[in-house]
Every structure is written in structure tokens, then in C-alpha cells.
């Protein structure tokens, strides 16, 4: 694994940010889009390059939108179900912060987010973001400062996320699941200056806290908002089910008292642009190491607005809820659920029920029993679990609307089971980290499910590509490449693996192999890494075999993706021993004291070599 980039220098920061004011207002989102083709084709990572960080959101001159579409066909247009545009428009804000807010008012008293039974009105969202944004500006956080958010979904994650945004922050998100080990690498990439943290992982946070950036640390508990009820979920957390370790964080407050503190000392409203960095959202990319996808506020905001475009054909033929309630299973930390659920969900003004544990099925399974739910975006694996419990085939789903498919790729058997239970259909959609995440999608109004990832979503181009660059006929394998407002700006502090995957002409490369229908449909026929996707999330081999290289009896390993029943893949682990007394329970064990749970092999088997190119390269692709 690639060594932890330091904290930027203030310079370095200052180019991160981008300009003040760099967009003069609404900008037209198509024009946009045809900017993302013209960032220095994003060579610079946003943070390394003042030019390219100040032009990702600003109009791009008519030229510009014209080289968007000269010589690239877009047949999906004319196949867009009834009343999608091509084009997504104005943005209707300058920033996410303005969104939501906007929400807030425009919502009021209706339920933005419900756990455990306890909801979050709109309007109280908007007060405790407010407060809490608050807080970080009395800590002296410098506009564009990092702010990680290490929370599975309970109620504390959107308030905390909101405050970032509206103070003119970055959000940082981590999986709270992560060993000290990759904690402190993402946070000492990031520059994290400060950090949001449920209780029950502060003491992975505790063992790596001094050798990283962080300086200002807020503690939440499970029972924090909930309101009486919580004393009693916070006792059995703690003491009954005992899922609190010891920690200890000298200085930290806990998430109330700062918001408390952030009232007394009122927020300062921020002049925020759509130029402005949002999100690092971190990932393995298309080349396995460890970096920041710089989202700015126009690549997020164009998602949710292609996203909400696309959701009006679920309505085709079917009423319109006038408050929506939305399952949110995923992870708000996955940049999935973070702009399906949480960001497009606000702006229907829906309800969007956190599921904190989603892999505990039968208590998962109680919680949809109390809502009558519209919307639900998952993954494979878990329609795979639902489908495989008793109760959840007793619900009702007359009220089911969408189903939305991504994360990894849905199994048709599994597509055709949902259907015929729920009488919806799962319209799959793909996209990345780097793409805000849709790129395409399948129409919500459509009556089967169709095995691909569907069309190309709003003012978004996608092309088929050989290794040299060169667009290829429908029909014939390529790597996916995207081009849209939604494309990141680029990785944070990494102008060499910015280059390796924007083209000149503005095209993000997915890594992912796959052909286009002459209707435009888009199909995925394989990976071009060697990259292993557990129940949605990435899995990189050069790192997991970093890391087991590190075991002192480990002369040589390799790791490769297996099919698997219930995670779509797992990692299989093939090892020559330096110590013959070296047994599988001692590597499982040492991968999982560096490994989250996702990353570590499920198979594990013994050789005395590994297959090898002239080279020496090990050939994974003959341990298949």
C-alpha cells in the first residue's frame, strides 16, 4: 500500500479551494457538463492545481459545449422514457448547503430521517446543523478545512454532514468498520482536521489519534437523539451488549454538547460556490490505491438533480406520494445511499428510515414492518437476504414504487424472485465514486428486469473505448468511460492518478469493460483490474497481499476474487509459506487485526509457488 500523503501545506490548501465566487450564480448544468470536458482533462487533482480547481465550476464558454457532443453519438436520448430531458437544466442552487436548507424550509414539520423509531423533522435538522455548523467555526477551521465523519446511519450523520457543507467545509467520509491502520492513512491523506465519531469505534480512532492531523474530536452515541428512549438503548449498547471498548480521547466533546456550544456561539453564514470542494470520498479507484475522489458541490448537486429527473418515470402510469419514505439500508458514508438517499431524498422532501445494522435481517426485517415504503435502493446481497427471510415475504408492498439496484451487479435470479413478490422491479443502475455516483440507469417505469445498467442518465455522455483511446462500434467490448457534470475534479493531492484516468477530451475511464446496444443501453461484461467487489464494496488485491506480506512466516501471496453465494465475490487468499508451521487460523487472525472484515479472505489455501509471468509478475488470472 501507497505511503499516506502528508497534511498539504497552506499553499497547497489554498489551491485545493477553489475560487470564491467561481460560478456568479446559477449556473446552466449542461454547460457544466461540457466544463467537465474541459479541466485540464482534470491532470490536476483538485488540491494541486489552482486552474483547474477554480474552472470545475464554471460555465464553460459555447465551443466548449459543443466539443461535448461533436463526433460522440447519443442514441439513448431518443429511447429516454416520457418527460426525461437530455439536458438536466439549470442548477436550481450554488451549493448542497443551499439545497438542503431549502429543503428544511420548504419541508417543515414533515420527518426527514427516522432511527429507531425516532424521527428528525426538517425544520429541527435545520436548527442542529446550524448549531453544530456552528461549533466548527468557533474550533477556527479555515474555510475548505477537512471534516471526517466516521458513523454508521443514526440520526447524528446527517445533522453532522449538513453543518460541514453549510460551514464551507469538506466532508470526509469513513467506514467506521476500518482498522487503525487504514484510519490513519485515510486520515493523514485527507489532512482531517477534525472528526465526527460514534462512540462505539472510538477506540480504533484512540490507538492512531496522535500520529495523524486530527485535532478536534466529537463523540456521538447510538441513544444521543433519540430522546428518553435513548438512556435505555445507550445502556444495553454499553453494558448489555457490550459494544462500546474501552476508549479514551482526552479533549473530545460529545455531539450535544457541541451542538450546544455551537449555539451559544451562532453560525456565520459562508459564501459557498458550486466550485467549492464537497466531499473527499475515498476509494481504490481503477488502480487500487488508497485516494480521495474531490467531489465539488456542482458534481454532487448535478447528480441529485439527474437522479430526481430519472425518478419522475417511476410516477409514469402510478400517483405520486406527496411525502415519500425511503429505506436507507447502505451505508451514508457510500456515496450510493449518501446522494440517492440522503441528498435526493431531502430535496422530495421524503423520509428516509436509517437502518443502522442491516445485516441483522430479522431486526431489519421489524423495522419495515412499521412503514409503508415507496423507495428502496439496494444491492444483490441484500435482496438475496430479504428474499431468503420468512417475514419480510409476509409484507405488504403495495406501496413499493422503486426499487433501485447498484453497488455491484444484480443477479437475474435474484431480480426475478423481488419482482414476482414484490411486484416491482429492480431497475439497476452504475456508477463510482468518482461519478457522484450515477452514470446510467434503467428506467423506473420499466416492466422487466433488463440485465443491464441501462442508459446514460441526463447531460451525461458514455463511450466505449479500446486501450488506445479509440472509440469502438456498438456491440464490442471496451472499457466504460464517462463524461458528465457529475465527474469528480479529480483525486485529492494526486495529479499522477488524476492522469491516468481523465482523457484529454474530458472522459473519466471506469476501468470497468463493457458494450453499448445501438439503443444506447450499456452493458458490464467484466472488470479490467483485478478488482474483487464483496456485496458492493471494493477490494483491491495489491493491498490486502501488502498487508498479509507483512506476516513473518508469508514468503509469497496472491489474492483473487471467488464466486460467492451470498457477497456476489470474497477474496481467496493462495500462500507459500516461509514458516512451514504457518496455519490458516494464524492468517485469519493477523487479518484481522489490519483487514476490515470485507477485505479479509474467506478461502485460504497453501502452495509451494505461484504461477508467474517472464517477469516474475504472479499471474492471478491462472488461480482462478
Not at 332 to 353: D, Q
Not at 363 to 376: G, R, T
Amino acid at each position: 500500500m501507497a505511503k499516506s500523503a502528508k497534511t498539504p501545506a497552506k499553499g497547497e490548501e489554498k489551491a485545493a479551494r477553489t475560487a470564491k465566487g467561481g460560478t456568479g450564480g446559477k449556473t446552466v448544468a449542461k454547460k457544466a457538463a461540457s466544463t467537465t470536458a474541459k479541466k485540464p482533462a482534470a491532470k490536476s487533482a483538485a488540491g494541486s492545481s489552482k486552474k483547474s480547481a477554480t474552472s470545475a465550476g464554471k460555465a464553460a464558454p459555447k465551443k466548449a459545449q459543443a466539443s461535448r457532443k461533436a463526433g460522440i453519438a447519443r442514441p439513448w436520448v431518443e429511447h429516454y422514457p416520457k418527460g426525461i430531458p437530455a439536458e438536466m437544466g439549470d442548477f436550481p442552487n450554488n451549493s448542497l448547503g443551499e439545497l438542503l436548507v431549502d429543503a428544511c424550509k420548504t419541508y417543515g414539520d414533515r420527518p426527514a430521517f427516522t432511527c429507531m423509531g425516532k424521527s428528525l423533522s426538517y425544520r429541527d435538522l435545520e436548527e442542529m446543523s446550524q448549531h453544530f455548523a456552528g461549533y466548527l467555526q468557533s474550533l477556527g477551521l479555515e474555510r475548505g478545512a477537512r471534516v471526517a465523519l466516521m458513523m454508521p446511519n443514526v440520526l447524528q450523520y446527517p445533522v453532522a454532514m449538513m453543518a460541514v457543507l453549510r460551514a464551507g467545509y469538506v466532508v470526509v467520509n469513513v467506514n467506521p468498520l476500518y482498522t487503525p491502520r487504514e484510519l490513519e492513512h485515510q486520515l493523514n491523506d485527507a489532512g482531517a482536521e477534525a472528526i465526527v465519531i460514534l462512540e462505539n469505534f472510538a477506540h480504533t480512532l484512540e490507538a492512531v489519534a496522535s500520529k495523524t492531523s486530527v485535532k478536534h474530536v466529537v463523540v456521538a452515541s447510538m441513544g444521543e437523539l433519540l430522546g428518553l428512549k435513548g438512556h435505555i438503548v445507550n445502556f444495553v449498547v454499553r453494558r448489555v451488549k457490550k459494544m462500546v471498548p474501552a476508549w479514551s480521547l482526552p479533549g473530545h466533546v460529545s455531539f450535544r454538547e457541541a451542538v450546544k456550544k455551537g449555539a451559544a456561539h451562532g453560525f456565520r453564514p459562508v459564501d459557498i460556490a458550486l466550485s467549492d470542494n464537497a466531499f473527499l470520498q475515498y476509494t481504490g479507484g481503477t488502480t487500487g490505491v488508497s485516494k480521495g475522489a474531490t467531489l465539488l458541490h456542482s458534481n454532487v448537486l448535478a447528480n441529485v438533480i439527474q437522479n430526481e429527473l430519472w425518478f419522475r418515470s417511476a410516477y409514469i402510469g402510478k400517483p405520486k406520494p406527496g411525502a415519500p419514505v425511503l429505506i436507507c439500508a447502505l451505508p451514508l458514508y457510500h456515496i450510493y445511499a449518501l446522494t440517492v438517499n440522503a441528498l435526493m431524498g431531502m430535496k422530495l422532501g421524503g423520509n428516509n428510515v436509517l437502518i443502522p445494522n442491516p445485516r441483522d435481517i430479522p431486526a431489519f426485517v421489524k423495522e419495515l414492518q412499521k412503514y409503508d415504503f415507496h423507495i428502496f435502493p439496494g444491492l444483490n446481497t441484500l435482496f438475496n437476504a430479504l428474499l431468503n427471510n420468512e417475514d419480510f415475504c409476509k409484507l405488504p408492498f403495495k406501496s413499493l414504487l422503486v426499487t433501485f439496484g447498484g453497488g455491484m451487479a444484480v443477479q437475474r435470479a435474484v431480480a426475478e424472485r423481488w419482482q414476482k413478490l414484490t411486484g416491482c422491479v429492480i431497475s439497476q443502475g452504475y456508477g463510482l465514486s468518482e461519478t457522484s455516483p450515477v452514470a446510467t440507469v434503467n428506467s423506473f417505469a420499466a416492466k422487466e428486469f433488463t440485465g443491464t445498467i441501462g442508459y446514460p442518465i441526463s447531460s451525461t455522455d458514455v463511450v466505449i473505448r479500446d486501450d488506445q483511446g479509440k472509440n469502438l462500434p456498438f456491440g464490442k467490448v471496451g472499457e466504460i468511460c464517462i463524461r458528465g457534470p457529475q465527474v469528480m475534479a479529480g483525486y485529492w493531492n494526486r495529479p499522477d492518478e488524476t492522469a491516468k484516468v481523465m482523457t484529454e477530451d474530458g472522459f473519466f475511464r471506469s476501468g470497468d469493460m463493457g458494450t453499448m446496444a445501438e439503443d444506447g443501453q450499456v452493458t458490464i461484461v467484466d472488470r479490467k483490474k483485478d478488482m474483487i467487489v464483496v456485496s458492493g464494496f471494493k477490494v483491491f488485491p495489491n493491498e490486502v497481499e501488502d498487508v498479509i506480506a507483512n506476516h513473518p512466516g508469508v514468503l509469497e501471496a496472491a489474492i483473487v476474487g471467488v464466486e460467492d453465494e451470498h457477497s456476489g465475490e470474497v477474496p481467496k487468499l493462495f500462500v507459500v509459506r516461509k514458516d512451514a508451521n504457518l496455519t490458516e487460523e494464524d492468517l485469519k487472525a493477523f487479518c484481522k487485526e489490519n483487514l476490515t472484515g470485507y477485505k479479509r479472505p474467506k478461502y485460504i489455501e497453501f502452495r509451494d509457488d505461484l504461477p508467474k509471468s517472464n517477469v516474475g509478475k504472479i499471474l492471478r488470472k491462472e488461480l482462478r
